[in-house]
């Protein structure tokens, strides 16, 4: 009888175990569904991009915008989940984040439904860094409470997203004219990484570096910069034909790729761009 207390109590400890190992092991909880968020930019005419995350708020919704008066959710301010950006250093060189660098936000769960959009929170110390020179940014008032972003993706519970927020440097900074001031005016977009569409693949060789990319449609337009390896990314374009443009440095030649397709769903791996040097 004592050896078999003892045998029960020994499975009830492993049971117990394995019941703690499975909540920490990053899948969503019973039910839900868990999103992990990250932050990506497009490129700008700047040595470093720093800005200050705070948060990330979310609005997650069921089918329905409306309430039962007809007034539209996405301008309530009920019903936000805040995600602190937990790190000790909360400033971010948005210039990290290009070719296949990503920042990671944070993550929470979900209820099977909708994330209807997105408030990034950034703190009022943002500054670039140009010629060796720092400049601040001046901020909008809209950055206190969140620079929204809309989403409108389905979440299916028991599920994990990845949902990417792209940061577009060059369309985001502002030079204001004479008065020697630098607006950040924020231009965001963000997609669920799975169900993206977009290009990838490899430019060689080193020398060229930096490389900047741009995947342009009619008046879409995507930018990246390729990594230390020579690789890019961009996700979350829309299906079509794209013009695909390579800019090196000034020692080599820009090179221009038509008729690109991207698909619905689906990331088109390019074959590996050569560029070559300038003849002088």
Do not use: H
């Not at 329905?64 to 309530?76: A, K």
């Not at 337009?221 to 794209?242: A, E, P, Q, R, S």
């Amino acid at each position: 009888m004592k050896n078999l207390f003892n045998y029960l109590m020994m499975v009830g400890v492993m049971l117990f175990a394995v019941a703690c190992s499975n909540d920490d092991d990053g899948s969503p909880s019973n039910g839900m569904a868990k999103v992990n968020f990250y932050m990506v930019d497009a490129p700008g005419d700047f040595e470093e991009v720093w800005v200050e995350v705070l948060a990330v708020r979310v609005k997650a919704d069921g089918d329905d915008d409306m309430d039962d008066d007809g007034i539209d959710d996405d301008d309530d301010e009920i019903g936000w989940i805040e995600i602190p950006y937990d790190e000790t250093n909360r400033y971010v060189n948005l210039l990290d984040l290009t070719g296949e660098n990503s920042l990671f936000l944070g993550s929470e769960d979900f209820p099977e439904g909708e994330i209807d959009q997105l408030r990034l929170v950034l703190g009022d110390d943002n500054y670039v860094i140009k010629n060796g020179d720092r400049f601040d940014l001046k901020t909008p008032s809209a950055q206190q409470s969140g620079l929204k972003i809309k989403v409108d993706e389905d979440i299916e519970g028991g599920m994990s997203y990845n949902l990417v927020i792209d940061f577009d440097v060059a369309k985001s900074i502002v030079e204001a004219g004479n008065s020697g001031n630098i607006i950040l005016k924020p231009v965001l977009r963000a997609y669920m990484e799975e169900a993206a569409s977009g290009v990838m693949g490899q430019v060689f060789p080193d020398e060229a570096m930096p490389v900047a990319v741009s995947a342009s449609k009619g008046d879409d337009t995507y930018n990246t910069f390729v990594d230390d390896d020579g690789n890019f990314k961009i996700l979350g374009m829309d299906d079509g034909l794209y013009t695909i443009t390579f800019t090196p440095n000034d020692e080599y030649a820009i090179l221009i790729v038509d008729d690109v397709m991207v698909e619905e769903g689906m990331v088109e791996t390019m074959d590996p761009i050569t560029l070559v040097p300038i003849e002088e």
